[in-house]
């Protein structure tokens, strides 16, 4: 396992597999040749298909208590259709974690990427599979998720098995705005990429962090924030929020760890003739 400590918090990086995308799949306005120039300096992000992949998941533990921020791809394997390796519970366990062990799920937004794992259906029904966890979500983007628009879109299916009923099994905790979540960690919500997206700021004895989730979707993108990012619900304000979340992190020179940067997925904001660019710790 791979780990690394803000202060006193210790964060582990999880995944749940890896997915590939066709460059223009993700971003149907760029050019081609804008991604071939960073082929040789991110060749890990690359594959035959277009962009490579990791699902991030991560394991904090501030103050005795545990943390997951987003719960991977799923036992399905597959989100939008898209196979996948599900592997987060197998490497939680080899963490000598149990489900029941974790006190809060932090869910960055309700995109199948990211809530795969937040239940469990076998023969005895449906249940939560941090069943002592409160799984915390940004009012917004519960009510875009559970919109009756958008889940007669072909979405029901899927919703009913990872995140409709988080209410009646009594574990959600829906918020608004910035909100402390455990010792040293707070919601920093980043909205766009869904209308609820949150990030979450760490903070312990000087050090912080911040795990952007999906403002940045691979290492390329911290330096290509303007294209249009197919997955954003909103793209301005995703944009808006993709600049304000790396100025942020800039600034206060902070860890950025993120879902879809290459596992373990944190790295340091660096400056090269004049541009932004990811470079992993
Ligand atoms: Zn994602």
Redesign the pocket.
Known sequence: MTQINIGDITITALSDGRMSFATSNLFPETPEAVWDGYRERFPEAFDAQGFYTN?GVFHLAPGGTQVLVDTGLGPTGAAGGLPGRPVFLSELGSMGVTGDDLDSVFL??L?G??VGWNLTHDENGSRPTFPNARYVLQRADWGHFTDEEFLAGGRRDAAQDTYLPLPEMGVLDLIDGETNIAPGLDAYPTPGHTPGHQSMLISSRGERALII??VI?SPMHVSEPDHLYR?DVDRDQARKSRHDALDLAEGAGMTVIG??MTRPGWGRLIRWEGRRYWQAL
């Open positions: 699902i960055t937004h995109h990427d990211h989730g999906d979707g997955p879902s879809h």
